[in-house]
């Protein structure tokens, strides 16, 4: 099971694209798993024939568990292969030093005791705990006892909607009703909405936001695209958006702005090489943000290409793994939807996120006069662990100034 973030515990397997025993060729979709934040098709790793496939679809399975390989003519798969997966279930692991409780509380909750790491010498009962919070909280998985789950998967109820009363709040077999409750459709909840809920909840309430606003003068850049529109669509078949400008304004000025690009991570500031920009998509059923690798080195129409390409797949449900990784920055523009200014929930663990309203005409003072101009509100959002107001504040200068005065991108 492939690790596609930083946070994901498990993958859920939906379905398989080649049966076991076909050849598949390297690069090859041969299956689709759902994460927590999107449903993505796994290429294969290598070409050859799929075998001993050890989970089922519909399984959720600790990220980096062996589920199946890819053999070369003549190879076998070890024989230690896990055991079978039904849905929802995950296996146990063998010569894991813990306590009776500890053993007795993970078989409750349906955990594996190989991902959780001990406190001490051995995994003791708080450890366990700990882990069940963490899963919680992180990867969406809704901790619950192997029968609750069978209970649950028969009797059609979505454990989400469950409330738990066994430790750590885990759902066991006397929480779940004996009927489904009478929702109309429009109440269901789809998974991906559900942990995009989860993760604005933890970013909202652990991350200590700040916000600076700045009004900026889009004269510039509305001329900017109005020229070079033409070219590039004449040269790529695609027309750069707004969008595709800010993304390649924001890539540049963050080659200056390091501590901006950075991440929060395990109670310390990361650097990152990568200058990857995000941008939060609306789907269907929910909210994703695909990335724009490497973006300050790409040209306004490689920008454009790639953001229609990933907006077009991830409303089609179709974006691969690395799609939706590495993002060291977030952009979020709603001018499309004639909103003026939003305040944005920062992407953790990224350092910022900057939203983006509309371009509108304002009456401003020009020299001394009144006069109509062509107006944008930008809105920072930072993570005051690892930015502070002096370090946001010159980076929003910088962009709003790139904007103000964007020739600089053809240079």
């Known amino acids: 099971m492939p690790a596609l973030e930083m946070a994901q515990e498990t993958g859920k397997i939906l379905r398989w694209l080649k049966p076991e025993g076909a050849p598949v060729t390297k690069g090859e979709p041969i299956m689709e798993i759902e994460t927590d934040k999107v449903t993505v098709e796994i290429e294969a790793p290598a070409t050859g024939t799929l075998a001993n496939v050890t989970a089922r679809e519909g399984a959720v399975i600790p990220v980096g568990q062996t589920i199946a390989w890819v053999l070369a003519p003549g190879e076998s798969a070890p024989s230690t292969a896990p055991a079978v997966q039904s849905g929802g279930t995950t296996p146990k692991v063998a010569e894991i030093t813990a306590s009776p409780v500890a053993r007795k509380i993970a078989a409750e909750h349906g955990v594996d005791l190989a991902r959780v790491k001990p406190g001490g010498g051995r995994i003791e009962k708080a450890d366990v705990l700990a882990y069940v919070e963490r899963l919680k909280g992180v990867s ?4 619950a006892s192997p029968k609750a789950r069978r209970l649950a998967a028969e009797r059609g ?80 078949g695609i027309k750069p958006t707004y969008t595709d400008l800010l993304v390649k304004i924001v890539a540049m000025v963050l080659r200056d702005h390091s501590r ?17 920009v995000g941008l939060a998509t609306a789907i269907e059923d929910g909210l994703i943000v695909p990335v724009i690798h490497h973006a300050d080195a790409l040209s306004l129409g490689d920008i454009a290409a790639r953001r229609q390409d990933i907006v077009e797949r991830a409303g089609a449900g179709k974006l691969k793994p690395a799609d939706i990784t590495g993002g060291t920055f977030t952009l979020t523009n709603l001018g499309m939807y004639n909103v003026d200014a939003f305040n944005a929930i920062i992407n953790a663990p990224q350092a910022a996120i900057l939203a983006v309203g509309r371009i509108a005409d304002r009456v401003v003072a020009v020299a001394g006069q009144p006069a109509v101009r062509p107006r944008m509100t930008l809105t920072l959002s930072c993570d005051h662990r690892v930015v502070d107001g002096a370090r946001a504040a010159k980076f929003l200068d910088d962009v709003a100034g790139l904007i103000e005065e964007p020739w600089g991108l053809l240079a």
């Open 260 to 276: 901006v690009n950075a991440s929060w991570a395990e109670g310390t500031i990361r650097s990152n090489d990568e200058i990857n």
């Open 140 to 143: 969406g998985l809704i901790p």
């Open 157 to 236: 109820i979505d454990l989400a909607t469950v409330s738990g009363s066994g430790p750590a709040g885990a759902v066991i077999a006397a929480d779940i009703p004996s009927a489904p409750s009478a929702l109309p459709p429009s109440s269901s909840v789809s998974t991906l909405w559900r942990v995009m809920a989860e993760r604005m909840r933890q970013s909202w309430t652990s991350v200590p936001h700040f916000y600076l606003t700045r009004d900026v003068n889009a004269s510039g850049l509305v001329e900017l695209r109005a020229r070079i529109a033409p070219m590039v669509e004449k040269r790529t």
